[in-house]
T-cell receptor, first 118, second 115 residues
């Protein structure tokens, strides 16, 4: 079974600075997706960025980028030029590339609470 | 409305009550999910429906009963719950295409408190 580990329960960053959130995972599969989701306080969980395991190029979305190290099974999220609105819980998630039996399963880490200081 | 909506947003119920959570997705997706989010624990997948068929039941107690009448609506019927069932219940949807799934879109959740 796949597992996802986020070793940093909490992180803080100064506004306009850069912060990196760590995520490691364990799987025996070769094809899969990795995601970072953001959950602001009392608000909806939204997708921040996704990475296909077969792609060597790291995904980027504006100020968000990932460092995907497939051999090391590491998938960290870098937030550049941090803004107050970036404060949230961040969840790393894993999903198999193909469905099995018609089902899909997202495996989540426990999350990292990011605080942005003005 | 757009996206994934859930009602009610907050629910307080006694252990002997029966209530239902509702989820509706307006994205044209064909798969829907129930997750449980407890404090300091990873999100736990409870149920998966693909094309209205239940394809996953993650060893969830029978006091939780899902219902998916069509691809846009998903319910979670609750009865005789325990205090440890208090949590945020999240609904999500995604589009499955020829065995390849895409990212899941989440609703805002229902904050459930069992007294």
């Amino acid at each position: 079974a796949q597992t996802v580990t986020q070793s940093q329960p909490e992180m803080s960053v100064q506004e306009a600075e850069t912060v990196t959130l760590s995520c490691t995972y364990d799987t025996s599969e070769s094809d899969y997706y990795l995601f970072w989701y953001k959950q602001p306080p009392s608000r909806q969980m939204i997708l921040v960025i996704r990475q296909e395991a077969y792609k060597q190029q790291n995904a980027t979305e504006n100020r968000f980028s990932v460092n995907f190290q497939k051999a090391a099974k590491s998938f960290s999220l870098k937030i550049s030029d941090s803004q107050l609105g970036d404060a949230a819980m961040y969840f790393c998630a894993y999903r198999s590339f193909f469905t099995q039996g018609g089902s899909e399963k997202l495996v989540f880490g426990k999350g990292t609470k990011l605080t942005v200081n003005p | 409305e757009t996206g994934v909506t859930q009602t009610p947003r907050h629910l307080v119920m006694g252990m002997t009550n029966k209530k239902s959570l509702k989820c509706e997705q307006h994205l044209g997706h064909n798969a829907m999910y129930w997750y449980k989010q407890s404090a300091k624990k990873p999100l736990e997948l409870m149920f998966v429906y693909n094309f209205k068929e239940q394809t996953e039941n993650n060893s969830v107690p029978s006091r939780f009963s899902p219902e998916c009448p069509n691809s846009s609506h998903l319910f979670l019927h609750l009865h005789t719950l325990q205090p440890e069932d208090s949590a945020l219940y999240l609904c999500a949807s995604s589009q499955e295409l020829r065995g390849v799934n895409y990212e899941q879109y989440f609703g805002p959740g229902t904050r459930l408190t069992v007294t």
